[in-house]
């Protein structure tokens, strides 16, 4: 038999209280800092620097400023163009609707008007009265002279007869231009029929030719010829009805009255017709005035009326200028002022507002060269370029005078990227 070996009894556990951390307490253990060893033991606890934040905040600081900079950038150049001052004191050549380089050319604008107004009157007879006007005589024939007599029949381009008052000579032809000399001619019949305004000659310039009825089917018949003035009176006068008293007085009044009127409102509708390059000067034009016989309303009043008919002459611009001071203008300047020049028809024998010859003319006044900045082109070359790279751009522009740029914000020393933030202010 094996005997059982006898084990030690066990020992009894010994209950052991723990204690027990109030909560609070575990929170601050939890947060309590953390602290740095050395091998010589505790040293102290880790801490962060006060300026660490000042430079995190300038940091973003920057970075925002940056990005705002970037974002809003704007930039406005004020630019005051440069300005040439050129006195005219000259004679100058103007061709009709020259495309030449070196010569200046003109343009006929016309336009008309009519005006009416009503007058005290009365009621007197009937009366008939003839046409009157001049008619100025060509003799393209021969050297010789041409006497035509007195009373000498005359057709118009209208079909229409007038008669001569006067004996006259027409010179001959004299280094191959045709002699001339004036002669006053009355409707032979009377009637309103018989009168030709020079406004009619607008649309119907044949009504102003005139033919020696006595010449006809002979070779003189296209020799000697007769033309209306365009820039006369016209043959006018010519009536038949009852005649309206008015007093001289009143009429005299009323067709200056008339007159000044139609002279401002013609003068207003030539510059709307003014070409595009082309300059109206001010008393570059001729304004021809028809009266408007009284006709009566009532048996107390009568209307008078006035017609006017302006031609003006237009000249191109820059042609103009270039002949004037070809040294100081050229394409970057805009020419100004030469309205109020003093203008003055210098061979009105040979031109008229209707025959297209070459325009003779003086000019007294001053004209303003203004210096004409492209703006987008500008704008562009601009873009992204520091200030000193800008105004160097700017500086090379003969049209531009004086400049003021400010950048948005201030600390920007360059003009944004985009020319659409970079605003031109031309200042006049």
Known sequence: MIPIKHKPPLREAIPVEREEIPFKEKIKKIREPRIKKTNNGIIGTRSVKPWTFGIIALVCVLAIAYAFSIVYARATVVITPATIDIPIDGSY???LNSTASNTIAYQIIQTSGE??????????????TSAKGTVIMY????????????GTRLSSGNGLIYTTNNTISIPGVSKGVAGSVPVAVTASVGGSSYNIATSDLITNPSYGDFK?????????????YGRLNPNGAGITGGSSGHQIIVSSSTVASANQTMEQ?????LFSQAQTLVPAGYVLINNAYNIIYTPIS???TSSTTANIGMEGSLSAVVLQKANLAKVISS?????????????SAQFTITNPQTFSYTNGAILNFSLIGNMNLVGIVP???????LAGLSSTAGTAVLKGYSAIGTIHATMFPFWKHSFPSSASRISIVIQK
């Open 327 to 339: 040294t100081q203008y050229n394409s970057s300047f805009d020419p100004q002022d030469l309205e």
């Open 93 to 95: 050549n103007a061709y």
């Open 115 to 128: 005006l009416q107004q009503q007058i005290p009157a009365t009621i007197g007879p009937v009366v008939i």
């Open 139 to 150: 003799n393209n024939y021969s050297s010789a002279s041409q006497k035509i007599v007195a």
């Open 212 to 224: 020696i009825l006595a010449y006809k089917d002979g070779p003189k018949y296209t020799g000697f």
């Open 261 to 265: 009127t139609l002279q401002k409102n």
């Open 294 to 296: 009284a006709s009566s």
């Open 375 to 381: 703006t987008s082109t500008l704008a562009t070359q």
